[in-house]
């Protein structure tokens, strides 16, 4: 079965801070990788994802996110956050056995400090 | 871009009754769409997948006449909770996937909060 993995359950950081999520994947076939975020009480909104191509994508509020196949990773970063990006970060795959459900990490929540 | 409307965002209901989420593809047809479950502070639970005109696909666990799903048409889908209880209370959110004219990407609604007292 596919699994999603992130490492981090809480990430407190100071404004302007560079900000690293991991997450790692299982799978043994190609799969198409996500980054959404959740502010409170509300849906998901997508950052970023990787469905083919270039490894590196990003999105236009300064997020990026690398996909590694050899590690089975598709980190997200950004170089300096500010506290509106404090909110809970999911990281998701689709494709594979999982066919195109999406299958979500358990998530990280970023709380950016002043 | 894809917007996906899901109504209400907050309800309130008695212990017994049923209470109806729908969920609407506003500029988009939504060849499948997903019910997930959201307990606090924690990820989403995928409970079903359905396809238009056909009957939903649940998860393991998740009691197909107690979550009742329509996929009437491309752009709609509604959850019933029927007989809610207050274990039933929790946040909901469905999602749509289009087809090539989204590039076959996944958009969320807003989420409901559910509370039954």
């Known amino acids: 079965a596919q699994s999603v993995t992130q490492l981090d359950s809480q990430v407190p950081v100071f404004e302007e801070a560079p900000v690293e999520l991991r997450c790692n994947y299982s799978s043994s076939v190609s799969v198409y990788l996500f980054w959404y975020v959740q502010y409170p009480n509300q849906g998901l909104q997508l950052l970023l994802k990787y469905l083919s191509g270039s490894t590196l994508v990003e999105s236009i509020n300064g997020f990026e996110a690398e996909f590694n196949k050899s590690q089975t990773s598709f980190h997200l970063r950004k170089p300096s956050v500010h506290i509106s990006d404090t909110a809970e970060y999911f990281c998701?795959?689709?494709?594979?056995?999982?066919?195109?459900?999406?299958?979500f990490g358990g998530g990280t929540r970023v709380l950016v400090k002043p | 871009g894809a917007v996906v409307s899901q109504h209400p965002s907050r309800v309130i209901c008695k212990s017994g009754t049923s209470v109806k989420i729908e969920c609407r593809s506003l500029d988009f047809q939504a060849t499948t769409m997903f019910w997930y479950r959201q307990f606090p502070k924690k990820s989403l639970m995928l409970m079903a997948t359905s396809n238009e005109g056909s009957k939903a696909t649940y998860e393991q666990g998740v009691e197909k006449d107690k979550f009742l799903i329509n996929h009437a048409s491309l752009t709609l889908s509604t959850l019933t909770v029927t007989s809610a209880h207050p274990e039933d209370s929790s946040f909901y959110i469905c999602?749509?996937?289009?087809?090539?004219?989204?590039?076959?990407?996944?958009?969320f609604g807003s989420g409901t909060r559910l509370t039954v007292v």
């Open positions: 998701a795959v689709s494709g594979g056995a999982a066919g195109n459900k999406l299958t």
């Open positions: 999602s749509a996937r289009g087809g090539k004219s989204t590039n076959y990407g996944y958009t």
